[in-house]
C-alpha cells in the first residue's frame, strides 16, 4: 500500500501580528493569519482578478519564537508545512471543524528598511535587521538548526545500496 503525502508550500502576508503562547510544559506556539492572493483573467470581461485564501498556520518552539520576535501584520513569509483538520463541539452542541497548516519551516521573505542611525544597521518596518539587503539578521543562536553540512560534499556520496542492511 502507498504512503500519501501531505506538504503544503505558502507563500503569503500575515494579516495580523503573530498570537504566541506557551504550553504547559514550556513549549512556544505562534498562531498566525496568512493570506495567499492569485490573479487571473475573468474570461467573460478579461479583465485580471485577484483571489484572496486566508490560512491559520501554527508555528512550534524555536520558530515560534522567531516569528514572535521578528513577524509583524504584513510581513511576507515562506511556509512549508502540512495540513491539519480538527474537530470540536461547539457551545451549542454542534459538531464544527477546523482546518490549519502546521508548520515545519518558515523563511521571513520582503523587505522595507529604513537605517538605524545609531549604528548604520539597515532596519525593516517588519522588525528584520540586516547589513545586507538579501537575508534577514537573526542571531545565530535563534537560527532554526541546519539539518545539511555545509561542508560535506554531497554529490560524490555513493548511491549504491548497502548490503549489510538487515532488511
Same mark, same amino acid.
Given at each position: %500500500?502507498? #504512503? ?10 500575515? *494579516?495580523?501580528?503573530?498570537?504566541? #503562547?506557551? &504550553?504547559?510544559?514550556? $513549549?512556544? +506556539?505562534?498562531?498566525?493569519? %496568512? +493570506? !495567499? ?6 474570461? =467573460? !470581461?478579461?479583465?485580471?482578478?485577484? &483571489?484572496?485564501?486566508?490560512? #491559520? +498556520?501554527?508555528?512550534?518552539? /524555536? &520558530?515560534?519564537?522567531?516569528?514572535? /520576535?521578528?513577524?509583524? /501584520? *504584513? ?9 491539519? !483538520?480538527?474537530?470540536? &463541539?461547539?457551545?451549542?452542541? +454542534?459538531? #464544527?471543524?477546523? !482546518?490549519? $497548516? $502546521?508548520?515545519? =519551516? %518558515?523563511? %521571513? ?13 539597515? $532596519? ?30 554531497? /554529490? ?12
Amino acid at each position: %500500500m502507498a #504512503r500519501g503525502i501531505n506538504k503544503v508550500f505558502l507563500i503569503g502576508n500575515l *494579516g495580523d501580528d503573530p498570537t504566541i #503562547r506557551t &504550553t504547559s510544559s514550556g $513549549i512556544n +506556539v505562534a498562531n498566525i493569519s %496568512m +493570506v !495567499t492572493n492569485e490573479q487571473h483573467k475573468n474570461t =467573460q !470581461t478579461g479583465q485580471i482578478e485577484e &483571489t484572496a485564501q486566508w490560512h #491559520r +498556520v501554527v508555528l512550534w518552539g /524555536k &520558530t515560534a519564537e522567531i516569528a514572535k /520576535k521578528y513577524l509583524k /501584520k *504584513g510581513s511576507q513569509i515562506f511556509i512549508e508545512g502540512k495540513i491539519q !483538520t480538527n474537530s470540536f &463541539t461547539d457551545k451549542n452542541g +454542534v459538531k #464544527r471543524y477546523s !482546518t490549519e $497548516i $502546521i508548520a515545519e =519551516q %518558515m523563511q %521571513m521573505l520582503g523587505y522595507r528598511y529604513s537605517t538605524d542611525e545609531s549604528n548604520g544597521t539597515k $532596519i525593516s518596518n517588519d522588525g528584520y535587521a540586516s547589513d545586507c539587503e538579501n537575508k534577514p539578521y537573526i542571531p545565530q543562536e535563534e537560527q532554526p538548526q541546519n539539518y545539511f553540512d555545509e561542508n560535506f560534499d554531497y /554529490k560524490n556520496v555513493s548511491t549504491t545500496i548497502d548490503t549489510e542492511i538487515p532488511f
